[in-house]
Nanobody, 125 residues
């Protein structure tokens, strides 16, 4: 069974950068649409960015574009989230998610079918 796996999280200082990776353990990424979400303590899980793997078309949550960039490397079967100029309010568990339909890049959590376990990103001030 293919499982999504995130990596690349860690503890950084404000202004630093991190690149998160999402791969499929036990197989290949099959979902045509991949997304990154995050969940801070006592807050709801929120959409960060999504990408259509075949075209590279991307969508970002308001306020994310410019600091965050989603990309994919088909040869490496990996989806990335490059995060620059990190702020303490970016502290959260970041999740990779896959969507079986390729018609759009939705922002709703319930629109995604598969999820990774998450990777912690902590930004200190």
């Amino acid at each position: 069974q293919v499982q999504l796996e995130e990596s690349g999280g860690g503890l950084v200082q404000a202004g630093d950068s991190l690149r998160l990776s999402c791969t499929a353990s036990g197989g290949t990424l099959t979902s045509p649409v991949m997304g990154w979400f995050r969940q801070a303590p006592e807050k709801e899980r929120e959409f960060v960015a999504g990408i259509m793997r075949n075209t590279g078309a991307a969508r970002y949550a308001d306020g994310m574009k410019g600091r965050f960039t989603i990309s994919r490397d088909s040869a490496k079967n990996t989806v990335y989230l490059q995060m620059n100029s990190l702020k303490p309010e970016d502290t959260a568990v970041y999740y990779c998610a896959g969507r079986g339909s390729s018609w759009s890049i939705p922002t709703a959590v319930e629109s995604y079918d598969s999820w990774g376990q998450g990777t912690q990103v902590t930004v200190s001030s």
